[in-house]
């Protein structure tokens, strides 16, 4: 394509159209449907993002800036004609001032690289979406993970952002400082835009102390109710979970079954508590545990050793992957409600009767201590259940006060719920989506039509 | 004037001519200049509201929302013909759901209120300026206060908001629920812009477990760099600390003579620890003496019964009024410079000898732990100094990668900082207020010009 010559042109050894690139370009984890773009270019600098989106204002072509590619909600698949631009060689870890607990880092860092990274400063960056997303993509969906409850999630652990608009202009956003009421708070609107409103250039990450103790459990109940309940009865006493993690009895088969382990096949929550003293840790854990054999703790299991707990939260980040495996060949569809938190064991209930009246197979799992969990629905390619139990969860999330993402995004998927979570409040991030990107340039047809 | 003639007919009993009214709304608690509203309308439902604006867009003229006018940075104070709309009457507590740790206020509700009206569930609203403020003030300019490096901001702890905007239209800003990567996050975009986007007519605001156990202390040293160096060691052990405020030697003599205290007359740390178990507290708290004993604490008090802890933050929420009270009939300008914690020793210093050297009299006093403190300028009506000694001071915080201001606000007061401090974002800030308030109605002349 001659238009695509004068891309290559401008960005030498950095725009592919080999087929591969094309393909890996044109797919997230899990959305079923695939488009590739008409081209890939990997970015090494800003000046080679304000070269793309230069030429794609002339050319009229949407850009769509991709990560690692781990989202699941459609957000870096074309809508129809666009170039994919790919900031993975955009990775560098550009300072860590551990006196300020602070990093600044370029957004194709992988959370892992970061930690990596971070070795020996005693410091770490708590938020674990569970793949190894890109800091950058993280930050354009808002994303959280086991350890938010405690910790928070992107919004609270970005100070600051660099961005650059559709219009080439660099924006410096927000400042490498604990708070500050100098404006309106354009970091936080451009967290969790999803690429729609500037393509993000430099992170100014918030680390934390990694902490002296920690106390690493799981623990197993006869039924689903019972350890909602036991997860909403930590919650209520206030207690500082740092993880709080559900897995139903389908989950702990499926990782027992993916990676070789024998967990009790029960339904559990996996618990994590972190304290800078030996007696804070047990005075807590030993509350928290007396809580969850008041709501039918059956058993529990403590890892003893770092490798047990590495051990036990590969098995929760691998929870999706192991289900998927047990399925092989169908089609998987993840919710990803949230509530407040006493309503989630009603929702948890709601969403286990709903996957039983629909005759489907799935799963639930999730962030319980937030009040998020996920229901992995796996059908048959095609079937259009999955998306009408999605669309009842959510229904009912919402009239519990709810919303329809909590961690993963809009997308493409969730679009249609918008209008009911945000009423007229949705035309006005459509205005502010058009003051920012008036050609919709950036990465169009996600979160609005 | 018939045009208020109009306004009073539509809204009897609400609005007022009277000369005290003007007046108490034509000024705030520390800015220098006055201007009286041309009426005040004492809002008592969103309606009245909807109403005032509705009035205001057809006359053209401005409308300021106003709480408790505790602000010090002029953001009540018109800049020319324009409404007062006060919203003290809409002071309900409309729900609280302990079960959620989530209460739904009205904006004129003050915060004293709100945890007088808490009493009994075991949980508090954190966040506190040291003014009884209006909690929708208080999320107008993203206040903060003493709690605030362990509990956060308005921004960490208003869940969602209810707003008008300058058409009429009311926007449910945000859900009551711990996370959300739904769209755009309009709710922090509205938070911190102090009037100038939207009137808050509700919030869904965080609630907090009331610490099973605290320990407050005092911790003096000889000078004051000791004290800023105390400060940073602890923040930088990663300690789980509740307060940490530094009050200067002037501080603590104002205090002493104006609240009859027999504080040592020593730059001191104002400190407290909360935890849910004993063993914690008394780990922790200990760890954190130790450090602030080999940074050079010369001596330690301890507040030990609920009367001497509430002695203690009364003190110090008093600094300002003390300082006020000890040099009557001058003019005082606080500065709110935030910076990295590692900077703070070093802001502080220069602070300290600005002020030596231009023959000022003045204070340093506030909340190193978030590296964010005041300097409190005393001078004669008039005086240009304190002016200059500010942007003296701002200068050399940009320099060091911070804030004009932490928590105040803007307001008239520092806007001719901002261009420095976001650069090209700025202009984005102006267009977005262009978005919403087009005809330039909601508190116009506050943040820009």
């Known amino acids: ?263 009790p096949e029960k339904p559990a929550l996996f618990v994590e508590f972190h304290s800078s003293t030996k007696e804070a840790l047990e005075a807590e854990s030993s509350m928290a545990l007396g809580l969850m054999q008041e709501t039918g703790a059956i058993s529990i299991d403590t890892a003893r050793t770092q490798e047990e707990r590495t051990a036990q939260w590969e098995a929760r980040h691998q929870a999706y992957w192991a289900l998927v495996n047990l399925f092989p060949g169908k089609e998987y569809l993840s919710t990803d409600t949230a509530v407040p938190i006493s309503r989630m064991p009603d929702l948890v209930e709601y969403s286990s009767r709903l996957l039983r009246e629909m005759g489907l197979t799935g799963n639930i799992l999730g962030h319980v201590g937030d009040g998020n969990f996920h229901t992995l629905v796996v059908c048959e390619p095609g079937d259009p259940r999955a998306e009408v139990f999605s669309e009842r969860l959510v229904e009912h999330t919402l009239a519990l006060g709810g919303t329809c993402t909590g961690e993963h995004g809009v997308g493409l998927r969730k679009k249609k719920y918008l209008s009911k979570e945000h009423g007229p409040a949705l035309d006005w991030m459509r205005q502010i989506k058009q003051l920012f990107d008036p050609q919709n340039l950036l990465n169009p047809g996600k979160i609005f039509d």
């Open 1 to 263: 394509m001659v238009m695509l010559d004068s891309l290559k042109n401008l960005l030498p050894q950095k725009v592919s159209t080999a087929p591969t690139d094309l393909e890996t370009h044109g797919k997230d984890e899990s959305y079923p449907v695939r488009h590739p773009p008409l081209a890939v270019v990997f970015a090494e600098s800003l000046t080679d993002i304000q070269t793309t989106l230069a030429w794609a204002r002339e050319h009229h072509l949407p850009v769509i800036p991709f990560g690692a590619g781990t989202s699941i909600e459609g957000h870096v698949i074309p809508q129809g004609r666009a170039i994919s631009l790919d900031v993975s060689r955009m990775n560098r870890v550009l300072e860590v001032r551990p006196q300020d607990f602070m990093a600044v880092v370029e957004p194709g860092l992988t959370r892992k690289a970061l930690n990596e990274a971070l070795k020996g400063t005693g410091l770490f960056f708590p938020v674990d979406p569970g793949a190894d997303a890109s800091l950058g993509g993280m930050a354009a969906t808002n994303a959280s993970g086991t350890t938010t409850v405690r910790y928070g999630g992107m919004r609270h652990n970005v100070l600051a952002l660099q961005v650059v608009l559709a219009n080439g202009q660099v924006l410096e956003l927000g400042r490498g400082v604990r708070k500050t009421s100098a404006g309106y708070n354009l970091k936080d609107l451009f967290i969790g835009s999803e690429g729609t409103l500037g393509i993000i250039t430099r992170l100014f990450l918030k680390l934390h102390p990694i902490p002296e103790h920690i106390h690493t459990l799981r623990v197993f109940f006869d039924d689903l109710s019972d350890t909602a309940q036991a997860a909403y009865a930590v919650m209520a006493s206030g207690m500082p979970v740092a993880r709080l993690e559900l897995v139903d009895e389908v989950g702990i088969r499926a990782i027992n079954h993916y990676l070789g382990r024998s967990y």
